[in-house]
Each structure stands twice: as C-alpha cells, then as structure tokens.
C-alpha cells in the first residue's frame, strides 16, 4: 500500500507557472504507474495525465496537453505535474493517484491509491 501527499497548489495568475508535487511512502515506487487529475466545483473528477512505472511512456488528458507535464523520480519517490500556460478554466482540486497496474490508464478504476488533493486556482 503507498501513501500519496500532494503539494505544491495555489493562486496564480492566468499565463503563469506551477509546479505540483506528489510524495509517495509506503511501497516500491517504481512499482506503480502514476497519474494526476483534477476536479473543478460541480465537475466530475477528469483525467488530466499518466505515466507508467519508468516515466518512459506518458499520457495527457486534452486539458494540459501542450502545456503540462509529467516528469517523476523514481529516486525520490517523487512525481510532478508541471503547469505552464495556465488558464482559469485549470481552476481545480487537483489529485495525485497511483496504480500498482502496467501500462497508463486514464479513468478513476485504474488506480488502487489516491492522495487527498492540493487547490489550485487560476485568476484571469
């Protein structure tokens, strides 16, 4: 079982940076494929970026393609989701979430662990 904190979130203006971090402990961390997502108020949760358990392989959702990535270290235990370009429309609790399956996956029932999400919020 792995545990997820997620850091990072905050307010930024629109066209400005963040940097989200996820802190995993618990378990082998190159053993699971990792993801973020974001839900904005009275939005379903949606699917924003995965990578697998070497980070050699990536998806994005159609939100941050083009604008964000998702770099981790397998070192530290760490995975990140780098935000440029931002908009208001990113506004959101944005979620770390882990799969100890192979492969990416891009819907909720892929992944076994979940952290308790970090705000983000974007003004125009």
């Known amino acids: 079982q792995v545990a997820l904190v997620e850091s990072g979130g905050g307010l930024v203006q629109a066209g400005g940076s963040l940097r989200l971090s996820c802190a995993a402990s618990?378990?082998?961390?190159?053993?699971?494929?990792m993801g973020w997502f974001r839900q904005a108020p009275g939005k379903e949760r949606e699917f924003v970026a995965s990578?697998?358990?070497?980070?050699?392989?990536?998806k994005y959702g159609t939100s941050g393609r083009g604008r964000f990535t998702i770099p981790r270290d397998n070192a530290k235990n760490m995975v990140y989701l780098q935000m440029n370009s931002l908009k208001p429309e990113d506004t959101a609790v944005y979620y770390c979430a882990a799969s100890a399956r192979y492969g990416l996956g891009t819907i909720e029932g892929w992944f076994d662990f979940w952290g308790q999400g970090t705000q983000v919020a974007v003004s125009s």
């Open positions: 618990g378990g082998t961390f190159s053993n699971y494929s």
């Open positions: 990578t697998d358990r070497s980070g050699g392989m990536i």
